[in-house]
């Protein structure tokens, strides 16, 4: 497994912009992927985005366009750009790695960050 470490959480006003960033314990150009995902109170977990190590991306429909998924594989850290932040963006956002090595697959996730809150006033 990965350790993955996030940063970058905070409070922002509605259309203002922040930057999440997970450091990884990995050489995060050689595992499967990277991803991004969200929990709202009473809400399920879901999927913001995801980054593959051919630099396939995946989004989330209610963040496309706002939000941009990218990786420093020289520092082993993954961000989360985060523009245009809505009120219905506040969640705990969490980092989430797949280790597998293998030949490039379907994004399965078995590390996990701590999360770090965002929240977005009106």
């Known amino acids: 497994q990965v350790q993955l470490v996030e940063s970058g959480g905070g409070l922002v006003p509605a259309g203002g912009s922040l930057r999440l960033s997970c450091t990884t314990s990995?050489?995060?150009?050689?595992?499967?992927?990277e991803g991004w995902y969200r929990q709202a109170p009473g809400n399920q977990r879901e999927l913001v985005a995801s980054l593959n190590r051919h630099g396939r991306t995946i989004y989330a429909d209610s963040v496309k366009g706002r939000f941009t998924i990218s990786r420093d594989n020289a520092k082993n850290t993954v961000y989360l750009q985060m523009n245009n932040l809505k009120p219905e963006d506040t969640a705990v956002y969490y980092c989430?790695?797949?280790?597998?090595?293998?030949?490039?697959?379907?994004?399965?996730?078995?590390?996990w960050g701590q999360g770090t809150q965002v929240t977005v006033s009106s």
């Open positions: 989430a790695a797949d280790s597998w090595l293998g030949p490039v697959r379907n994004f399965e996730f078995d590390s």
């Open positions: 990995v050489n995060i150009s050689v595992i499967n992927a």
